[in-house]
């Protein structure tokens, strides 16, 4: 009986050994695979970051030779030179600036502002490299043209500026200068001139007196251009004053209180750039 008790109890003993080591079996397995799954999310994290990271340096790295070459060929465009130009001009608004400036291939575009409170003058500038607007080095690039904007107090004070005349048989010869246009023709103090109207424009061709078939050419010339072209609508007035010499040719308009004003050596140049303003 004794025997039997005995064997009973080391079977009980062995049966409870067993299971404890099943237990911590499990348990080990349960952690194992715990472990696992968060080194998983530590590392899929890591790789996050990492791609993070990555991103916000490629964000916030130097721009390379090619990017850099690209933003400093802006500068001498005229796209960039008119930001520029309105950017110190700012309290001039509404501002009329041309849009197009014939330059030679291969040059850039630039300018020179002077700033005041009841005018401004920007002389336009062709360079050989791109120069910043109001370079220092522009003081000996080649001027384009030079466009002013005077502003008084009313619009009647900027109408005494300007001054219209229709013109007639009584102001000289007629001389058609086509699309049924007529000019007429007057000479004195060594200057031949030919004057015509356009819409609220006044216009003159002028010339050497000796040369006076130079200034009926330049009339026709004009008169063809504006034909196809459009000049910015004046108000009240506008007036040209075009020269076949080495005088400056001039182009001016009323725009309600302002007074605006191109001046050049080229005629048809300034034309061009008058045409484009808006």
């Given at each position: 009986?004794?025997?039997?008790?005995?064997?009973?109890?080391?079977?009980?003993?062995?049966?409870?050994?067993?299971?404890?080591?099943?237990?911590?079996?499990?348990?080990?397995?349960?952690?194992?695979?715990?472990?696992?799954?968060?080194?998983?999310?530590?590392?899929?994290?890591?790789?996050?970051?990492?791609?993070?990271?990555?991103?916000?340096?490629?964000?916030?790295?130097?721009?390379?030779?090619?990017?850099?070459?690209?933003?400093?060929?802006?500068?001498?465009?005229?796209?960039?030179?008119?930001?520029?130009?309105?950017?110190?001009?700012?309290?001039?608004t509404p501002l009329l600036l041309p849009q197009k400036l014939p330059i030679e291939n291969g040059s850039y575009v630039s300018a020179v502002v002077k700033n005041q409170a009841s005018e401004f003058t920007i002389t336009f500038k062709q360079t050989g490299t791109p120069l910043k607007v109001n370079d220092k080095a522009l003081?000996?690039?080649?001027?384009?043209?030079?466009?002013?904007?005077?502003?008084?107090?009313?619009?009647?004070?900027?109408?005494?500026?300007?001054?219209?005349?229709?013109?007639?048989?009584?102001?000289?010869?007629?001389?058609?200068?086509?699309?049924?246009?007529?000019?007429?023709?007057?000479?004195?103090?060594?200057?031949?001139?030919?004057?015509?109207?356009?819409?609220?424009?006044?216009?003159?061709?002028?010339?050497?007196?000796?040369?006076?078939?130079?200034?009926?050419?330049?009339?026709?010339?004009?008169?063809?251009?504006?034909?196809?072209?459009?000049?910015?609508?004046?108000?009240?007035?506008?007036?040209?004053?075009?020269?076949?010499?080495?005088?400056?040719?001039?182009?001016?308009?009323?725009?309600?209180?302002?007074?605006?004003?191109?001046?050049?050596?080229?005629?048809?140049?300034?034309?061009?750039?008058?045409?484009?303003?808006?």
């Open positions: 009986m004794k025997k039997i008790v005995i064997i009973v109890a080391c079977l009980l003993v062995f049966s409870l050994i067993n299971g404890c080591s099943q237990g911590s079996g499990d348990g080990s397995t349960s952690v194992h695979q715990s472990s696992s799954s968060q080194a998983d999310s530590s590392s899929s994290k890591a790789g996050s970051s990492s791609s993070v990271q990555d991103k916000n340096n490629s964000s916030t790295a130097p721009k390379n030779k090619t990017e850099e070459k690209q933003s400093s060929e802006k500068i001498g465009t005229l796209k960039k030179t008119l930001a520029d130009v309105r950017l110190l001009l700012k309290k001039h003081s000996k690039a080649k001027t384009i043209a030079t466009m002013t904007r005077q502003i008084y107090s009313n619009e009647s004070e900027a109408a005494k500026q300007m001054t219209y005349h229709q013109y007639g048989s009584s102001d000289g010869e007629a001389v058609p200068l086509g699309h049924q246009i007529t000019g007429y023709a007057d000479a004195g103090a060594g200057t031949a001139g030919i004057s015509w109207n356009e819409g609220r424009w006044t216009l003159a061709s002028l010339s050497p007196t000796s040369e006076s078939a130079k200034g009926q050419q330049l009339a026709r010339f004009i008169v063809d251009y504006l034909e196809e072209h459009a000049l910015p609508v004046p108000r009240q007035y506008g007036q040209i004053q075009a020269y076949t010499d080495n005088r400056q040719s001039m182009i001016r308009w009323q725009d309600r209180k302002s007074i605006y004003e191109l001046t050049g050596n080229d005629p048809m140049v300034l034309l061009e750039i008058a045409v484009s303003i808006k």
